[in-house]
C-alpha cells in the first residue's frame, strides 16, 4: 500500500543578517578515524532584528522535492535497522548505577550527575510505536541549540554534551507539573485546548476563554495549562490547585510560570525569523542542591512542541484548512487506522515510508530552526559502543 504524504524541504531564504552568540555550545566532528569535542557557533536573533523582520515577508519554506531531502531519505532509508531503540550502559560503563528507561529517554544515575541519553524511540498513546532513524540526535542537539539560546531567561541543568545522543545534566527535584505553553486553539488529544473547548469548557486551568473561538485560531495571548500526572495519564490543573495540593510554593510557582511564558515568547520569535509557528510546547523544571530554579528535560523540540509552517497558516485557516505542520500527527493516525493502539496487545509494524518521512520531519525541522545542516553520524563504529566511550571519559573528567 503506498503511503503519500505532503513533502518537507528546508527553507530556501532564511535571515542573513544573525549575529553569532557569545557562547557556544557543543556539535561534534570527525578527524579521521577519532572524533573530538568542538565549539559550533549559532546564530542568534536580536530584538532589533526580530523587529524589523517582523515587517519583512516571512521566509518561503518549500514543500517541493529537492535534491537535498533526497540525500538525506537515502540516508535514513540505510539507518532504519541500525536505530538506537535500547541502551544498556549500566552494563559498559562502570561509573553508572541504575538506569530508567523513559518513553524516549534511558537516564543513569551517575553520582553527582544524570547521564540522559535520547534514543529513535517513537511514542504514542502511551507506548512505543516504533524506532526512527536519527531522531535522538536531532532531539538532544535541537534542545541544546534552545538551551543555550535561552539562558538569559533561565539557567538550565546541563553539565556537558559527550555524544551526539547523550546530555550529562545536575540533579534536581522535579517539580511534578508540566508547564504547558499555548498559542493557539489546536490539538486532537483529551487533554488539548480545542478538545476542551469544542465540549464547551470556557475556563480551562484558570484561563477565561471567550466564545465564538475556531479551530487553529490564535488566542489573543499567550496561555498557561499546567499538567501533573495521575497514574498514567496527564490531568490538567489550575494554579491554585498546584498551590493548594503541595505540588509547589506560590514562590516558586510565580518564578517557574514567568520563565514558561518568557521562554515560550522568545521561541515564538525566533521560530517566525525562520519560517515557522511554534503552536504549543510543555517545559519541566527542577530546583537544584543550590535551591536555583533550572531547565530541564527538552526544549522547543518536535516531541515537545507543536510547529506549523508560517507563510501558508492565514490562507489555510481563512480557508478551513488544517496549517502545513511537522509532527508526528500522521503516524499516530496510521495506527488509529490499522488497530487499536491503546488495547491491542501487539501493534502492526509501521511502513518503512512513514518511519522516514517523520525522521525527515524531524531534520528538517532541526535544520531550519538552527540555520545548519544536520551532521549525519559515522557509520564505522556501532552507535552503542560510541556513546559508552563518550561516556565513560566525560564521567571520568567530571571526576
Known amino acids: ?31 579521521a578515524s577519532r572524533k573530538f569535542l568542538k565549539f559550533k557557533k549559532y546564530p542568534s536573533v536580536t530584538s532589533s532584528t526580530m523587529s524589523s523582520q517582523q515587517q519583512n515577508p516571512l521566509p518561503h519554506i518549500a514543500l517541493t522535492d529537492n535534491d537535498h531531502k533526497e540525500e538525506v531519505m537515502n540516508a535514513i532509508k540505510t539507518s532504519i535497522s541500525n536505530c538506537l531503540s535500547e541502551t544498556h550502559l549500566d552494563l559498559t560503563v562502570p561509573a553508572l548505577k541504575s538506569k530508567i528507561r523513559g518513553k524516549v529517554r534511558d537516564i543513569y544515575d551517575g553520582g553527582d550527575y544524570l547521564v540522559m541519553v535520547t534514543t529513535d524511540r517513537q511514542s504514542a498513546f502511551d507506548r512505543i510505536l516504533a524506532s526512527i532513524p536519527f531522531k535522538g540526535q536531532v532531539l ?7 538551551f543555550n539560546k535561552t539562558q538569559h ?13 547523550v546530555t550529562i545534566a545536575r540533579k534536581c527535584s522535579v517539580f511534578p507539573v508540566e508547564f504547558v505553553v499555548r498559542g493557539y486553539v489546536t490539538g486532537s488529544t483529551d487533554t488539548s485546548l480545542w478538545t476542551v473547548y469544542n465540549k464547551g469548557l470556557r475556563n480551562y486551568c484558570g484561563n477565561s476563554l471567550p466564545d465564538g473561538l475556531v479551530k487553529n485560531q490564535k488566542l489573543q495571548e499567550n496561555i498557561l495549562t499546567p499538567t501533573t500526572k495521575a497514574a498514567d495519564h496527564d490531568v490538567p490543573v489550575t494554579p491554585d490547585e498546584i498551590v493548594q495540593r503541595g505540588l509547589m510554593t506560590q514562590a516558586d510557582y510565580d518564578e517557574v510560570s514567568r520563565k514558561a511564558i518568557s521562554l515560550f515568547e522568545f521561541g515564538q520569535r525566533v521560530a517566525l525569523d525562520h519560517g515557522l509557528i511554534l503552536v504549543d510546547t510543555k517545559y519541566e523544571f527542577g530546583k537544584g542542591a543550590d535551591g536555583k530554579i533550572y531547565l530541564i528535560d527538552e526544549v522547543h523540540t518536535p516531541d515537545s512542541s507543536r510547529y506549523w509552517i508560517a507563510h501558508s497558516y492565514q490562507e489555510r485557516f481563512q480557508s478551513g484548512l488544517e496549517p502545513e505542520n511537522i509532527d508526528k500527527e500522521f503516524l499516530r493516525l496510521w495506527f488509529k487506522n490499522h488497530c487499536n493502539p491503546y488495547e491491542d496487545e501487539v501493534l502492526p509494524d509501521a511502513p518503512e515510508e512513514l518511519v522516514s518521512e517523520l525522521a525527515w520531519r524531524y531534520i528538517f525541522l532541526f535544520e531550519t530552526i538552527t540555520n545548519s545542516r544536520f551532521e549525519m553520524p559515522g557509520t564505522k563504529e556501532p552507535v552503542h559502543d560510541r556513546i559508552s566511550r563518550n561516556v565513560s571519559q566525560a564521567l571520568s573528567s567530571l571526576q
Request: proline share 14%; net charge positive.
Open 153 to 165: 531567561i533561565t539557567p538550565n541543568a546541563v553539565v556537558s554534551v559527550p555524544d551526539r545522543n
Open 140 to 146: 538532544n542537539e535541537t534542545s541544546l541549540w534552545w
Open 1 to 31: 500500500m503506498a503511503h503519500h504524504l505532503p513533502a518537507l524541504n528546508p527553507p530556501k531564504t532564511l535571515n542573513p543578517n544573525l549575529h553569532s552568540i557569545s557562547k557556544p555550545i557543543f556539535s561534534f566532528s570527525q578527524t
